[in-house]
C-alpha cells in the first residue's frame, strides 16, 4: 500500500550547500594527492644523496696497506655533529670501547647509532637500521655485513640505487663504485624506510588538516554568502505570511530578484484572475438577490391585496400559505446576498476597524427584542467592554443570523443571552439559547450551506450557520457550537484571534 505522505523536499538553502560541499571535497582530495606527490619525490631524493654522502664518506677510509691488500682505516675523529632545525651544531655521545676493527663491524663514524643525522632524523624520531658492505669486484667483502646485495642498474655518477628485503626488513640501498689505487671496489648503504614513510605520513597528515580547515572556512564563507544571498526570497516568504488572507493585491516587484521575478508575476496573475472571478460572481449573487427582491415585494403586496378582498376561508388559507412560502423565499434570497459579501475576498483591509463588541450586541439587541417578545421569548446580554479589529457590517449580519437562528429554535417563554468579553486573553462573542441544542453529531454538518437540523421547523433556509461560519473565517476567528452553561441549549461562541 503505498503511502500518500509527500515527501521532503530540500531546501535552497540545502541544495546550494551540498553542490558546494562535493566539489570542494574533490578538490581537498585532488589538492592533498598533488601537494603529497610534489613533496615525495624530493624528499626521496634528499634522503637518496644523504645516503650516497654516506657511501662516499666509507670509500674515502679504503685503502691499500703495505701487503698490497686493501682495508679500511679506523678513524676516531670525535664525535661526529647533528643539526637540528634552528639549533646550532650538538656533539653524539662517544662511541662505546676502542676495539680495533674487525670484519663486519663499521667504524666508529660509521656505526648505525653514532653516524650524522639529518634534520629529518630528528623529525620523525625513529633510530634507523643502517648497514654497509665494502666489497671488490670479484665480490670479496672487506667490511660490512656479507650478506647484503649490491644494487644492480643503470650506473649514473658511479651510483645506483634500489630496494631489498634484508634480514626481515625493508632497505634502500645506494652502491657507490669507485677505485683505490688501482683496484676498483663497490661501496654499498642501506638504511630501513621506516624513517621517510614516517616523515610522509605526518607531512600528509599536516597537509590533510591543513586543507581540511581551509575547507572548513571557504564552506563557513559560502554559508555565510549563501545566507545573503537569499535574503530577498526571505523577505518576500514574510511578506506573503504577513498578508491577510483576503488580501489579493499583486505583489512588488523592485526587491525581487531576476530568478524569482516570473514566479512572482505568476502569482500575481493568479491574484487579478481570483479577485476578478470573486467579483464576477459577487456581482452576480448581488445582482440576482436584487432583481428577486422587487417581483417578491410585489407579489407579497398583490396577496395581501387579495386576502384583504376575499373572505373564502379556504381561499384565505391558501393565500397565507402562499405568503410563507414568499416571505421564506424573500429571506433565502437576502442571506445568499449575505453569504456572497461574507466572501474573504469581497473586502479588503482598510474595510477592518475598531468594534466595541458590547456596543455591537447592544445594536441588535435592540432590532431584534420586538421578534423575540412576539415569540415570548426573554432577550438579554451580558457584556464585559471589550473590543476586535473587523469589519461593522459583518459581525452585525453575524450576529443577527445567531440570533435569528435563536429565536427559531427557544421554545416559548425561553430565554436568549447574548455575552463578549475575555477569555484567556482573547476576546469572545456568545450567544446561548435554552432550546433543544444541537447534538454533537450534526455540529459539523450544520454549517454545510443548506443543511436543515433534525426537528427543523422548515422556516429555516440552511444558510445561517453558514454565513456565521463564512464571517468567522473572513475575521480569523474560531466558530464553536457548544452545549448551554446550565440544563437543555446550545450555545453558538465566536472566539477571536487574541
Same mark, same amino acid.
Given at each position: ?15 546550494l550547500?551540498?553542490? $558546494?560541499l ?7 582530495i ?12 624530493p ?6 644523496r644523504?645516503?650516497?654522502?654516506s657511501?662516499v664518506?666509507i670509500?674515502s677510509h679504503?685503502?691499500k ?15 661526529? $655533529?647533528?643539526h ?9 655521545p662517544?662511541?662505546?670501547g676502542?676495539?680495533?676493527?674487525e670484519?663486519g663491524?663499521?667504524?666508529g663514524?660509521?656505526?648505525?647509532e653514532?653516524?650524522p643525522?639529518?634534520w629529518?632524523?630528528?623529525?620523525s624520531?625513529a633510530?634507523?637500521?643502517f648497514?654497509y658492505?665494502v666489497?671488490q669486484a670479484?665480490g670479496?667483502t ?7 646485495p649490491?644494487?644492480t642498474g ?5 651510483l645506483?640505487y634500489?630496494e631489498?628485503r634484508?634480514?626481515?626488513l ?7 663504485h ?6 676498483p ?5 642501506g638504511?630501513t624506510?621506516?624513517?621517510r ?8 597528515t599536516?597537509v590533510?588538516v591543513?586543507?581540511?580547515i581551509?575547507? $572548513?572556512l571557504?564552506l563557513g564563507?559560502? !554559508? ?6 537569499l535574503r530577498p526570497?526571505n523577505?518576500l ?5 504577513q498578508r491577510e488572507?483576503?488580501s489579493?493585491q ?6 525581487i ?5 516570473p514566479?512572482?508575476?505568476?502569482m500575481?496573475t493568479?491574484?487579478?484572475t481570483?479577485?476578478d472571478?470573486t ?5 452576480f $449573487?448581488?445582482n440576482?438577490?436584487?432583481q428577486?427582491?422587487?417581483?417578491l415585494t410585489?407579489?407579497?403586496a398583490?396577496?395581501e ?11 384565505q388559507?391558501?393565500i397565507?400559505?402562499l405568503?410563507?412560502s414568499?416571505?421564506? !423565499?424573500?429571506?433565502?434570497?437576502n442571506?445568499?446576498l449575505?453569504l456572497?459579501?461574507?466572501e474573504?475576498?469581497?473586502h479588503?483591509?482598510?474595510?477592518f ?25 426573554d432577550l438579554?446580554a ?12 459583518l459581525l452585525?449580519?453575524?450576529l443577527?443570523n445567531l440570533?435569528d ?6 421554545p ?5 443571552t447574548l455575552?463578549?468579553g475575555?477569555h ?6 456568545e ?16 454549517r454545510?450551506?443548506f443543511y ?7 422556516q429555516s ?5 453558514a ?5 468567522a473565517r ?14 437543555t ?5 465566536i472566539?477571536?484571534p487574541?
Amino acid at each position: 500500500m503505498s503511502s500518500s505522505r509527500p515527501s521532503r523536499v530540500p531546501s535552497i538553502r540545502s541544495r546550494l550547500f551540498g553542490y $558546494l560541499l562535493l566539489p570542494l571535497v574533490l578538490l581537498l582530495i585532488a589538492s592533498i594527492w598533488a601537494d603529497h606527490r610534489t613533496y615525495v619525490s624530493p624528499m626521496y631524493d634528499m634522503f637518496d644523496r644523504a645516503l650516497s654522502h654516506s657511501a662516499v664518506a666509507i670509500a674515502s677510509h679504503v685503502h691499500k696497506g703495505p701487503d698490497g691488500h686493501l682495508y679500511v682505516e679506523k678513524q676516531d675523529p670525535g664525535p661526529p $655533529l647533528i643539526h637540528g632545525p634552528g639549533e646550532g651544531p650538538m656533539p653524539l655521545p662517544p662511541p662505546p670501547g676502542d676495539e680495533p676493527f674487525e670484519r663486519g663491524r663499521p667504524p666508529g663514524r660509521f656505526d648505525p647509532e653514532y653516524r650524522p643525522m639529518s634534520w629529518m632524523r630528528l623529525y620523525s624520531g625513529a633510530h634507523e637500521n643502517f648497514v654497509y658492505r665494502v666489497s671488490q669486484a670479484d665480490g670479496t667483502t672487506l667490511a660490512g655485513d656479507e650478506t647484503l646485495p649490491m644494487t644492480t642498474g643503470e650506473i649514473i655518477d658511479n651510483l645506483t640505487y634500489g630496494e631489498t628485503r634484508h634480514k626481515g626488513l625493508y632497505y634502500r640501498l645506494a652502491s657507490y663504485h669507485t677505485v683505490v689505487d688501482g683496484e676498483p671496489i663497490v661501496v654499498t648503504v642501506g638504511e630501513t624506510v621506516h624513517r621517510r614513510d614516517t616523515i610522509v605520513r605526518r607531512l600528509d597528515t599536516l597537509v590533510g588538516v591543513s586543507d581540511g580547515i581551509q575547507l $572548513l572556512l571557504v564552506l563557513g564563507l559560502c !554559508l555565510f554568502g549563501i545566507r545573503i544571498a537569499l535574503r530577498p526570497i526571505n523577505r518576500l516568504r514574510d511578506q506573503i505570511m504577513q498578508r491577510e488572507p483576503q488580501s489579493l493585491q499583486p505583489l512588488p516587484l523592485d526587491p525581487i530578484p531576476s530568478e524569482v521575478r516570473p514566479l512572482v508575476q505568476s502569482m500575481n496573475t493568479l491574484f487579478v484572475t481570483v479577485r476578478d472571478s470573486t467579483l464576477a460572481q459577487q456581482h452576480f $449573487l448581488t445582482n440576482a438577490a436584487h432583481q428577486l427582491r422587487t417581483p417578491l415585494t410585489g407579489l407579497k403586496a398583490q396577496l395581501e391585496v387579495l386576502a384583504n378582498e376575499t373572505q373564502d376561508r379556504a381561499q384565505q388559507e391558501r393565500i397565507s400559505r402562499l405568503q410563507g412560502s414568499v416571505d421564506r !423565499l424573500a429571506h433565502t434570497a437576502n442571506q445568499l446576498l449575505a453569504l456572497a459579501r461574507a466572501e474573504p475576498s469581497a473586502h479588503g483591509p482598510s474595510d477592518f476597524v475598531a468594534i466595541q463588541l458590547d456596543a455591537l450586541i447592544s445594536a441588535v439587541v435592540g432590532s431584534m427584542l420586538d421578534r423575540a417578545l412576539t415569540h415570548d421569548i426573554d432577550l438579554g446580554a451580558e457584556c464585559e467592554p471589550v473590543q476586535v479589529h473587523g469589519v461593522y457590517w459583518l459581525l452585525h449580519e453575524l450576529l443577527i443570523n445567531l440570533v435569528d437562528n435563536a429565536i427559531r429554535h427557544t421554545p416559548k417563554q425561553g430565554n436568549i443571552t447574548l455575552r463578549c468579553g475575555r477569555h484567556n486573553g482573547a476576546p469572545y462573542l456568545e450567544v446561548e439559547d435554552s432550546g433543544p441544542g444541537i447534538p454533537a453529531a450534526e455540529r459539523e454538518r450544520v454549517r454545510e450551506r443548506f443543511y436543515r437540523a433534525a426537528g427543523s421547523d422548515g422556516q429555516s433556509s440552511g444558510l445561517g450557520l453558514a454565513i456565521v461560519e463564512e464571517i468567522a473565517r473572513s475575521h480569523r476567528a474560531r466558530f464553536q457550537i457548544l452545549d448551554a452553561h446550565e440544563g437543555t441549549g446550545a450555545r453558538m461562541r465566536i472566539e477571536f484571534p487574541p
